[in-house]
């Protein structure tokens, strides 16, 4: 349909670096559970070393002491319920098969290999053996909170290109009941929705 074709106009359109975003990339509230609550900030960097991936979020967070993160332990089912981030990167290219991490404030990750087999409203097949061995650090911040996700290439089951669809979200969860989504791409139905993701060309690192 013409509608389609538009938004698959719009999608091609979005890349990192651009014009507009040509160090990092910004988040956009995606859903807010509170209306009337004002969004915060979120920005990721992507840098490319010789051997590894390395995405860091700086997340803007006034409410620090009312964040919402249990320590669960690695791989825990419900770690994305937590204060936290999740990305997606579907380095085949397929716009099917991607690899997900879910990384909490605390530093605790959660790291699948999931393949959609719907639509972006649907829960994707995952495999949760797959393992990042990604090093994570967290720390506070004057404004919030920064996470550094370093994954090795040789953890990933491709060759990674130099470009590929990926998609960097943030779950902000507080105490008072605040349970808030943020996305780069404002395509997506939900967050497995690998036919909306943007195509990012890390940085190299120098």
Not at 42 to 68: F, G, H, I, N, Q
Request: one cysteine or more.
């Amino acid at each position: 349909s013409a509608d389609y074709l538009a938004l698959q106009a719009k999608i091609a359109t979005l890349r990192f670096p651009s014009a507009g975003e040509p160090t990092a990339l910004a988040l956009r509230p995606f859903k807010l559970k509170k209306k009337d609550r004002a969004p915060v900030k979120t920005s990721v960097r992507l840098v490319r070393r010789d051997d590894a991936l390395v995405v860091t979020y700086d997340c803007e967070e006034p409410e620090m002491a009312k964040t919402r993160c249990a320590t669960l332990g690695h791989d825990h089912q419900d770690l994305w319920k937590n204060n936290g981030i999740e990305f997606f990167l579907n380095v085949s290219g397929d716009r099917k098969s991607y690899y997900h991490l879910i990384v909490t404030e605390k530093g605790e990750i959660h790291d699948l290999y999931d393949i959609q087999a719907g639509t972006g409203r649907n829960m994707p097949r995952s495999d949760a053996s797959w393992e990042s061995n990604a090093k994570v650090r967290t720390a506070k911040t004057p404004t919030g909170w920064t996470a550094e996700v370093t994954i090795p290439l040789a953890s990933f089951r491709e060759t990674v290109p130099e470009s590929f669809p990926a998609n960097f979200c943030r779950s902000r969860v507080l105490t008072d009941d605040t349970f808030d989504f943020y996305s780069w791409s404002p395509y997506i139905l939900g967050y497995h929705d690998p036919a909306a993701f943007g195509v990012v060309t890390p940085v190299k690192e120098k």
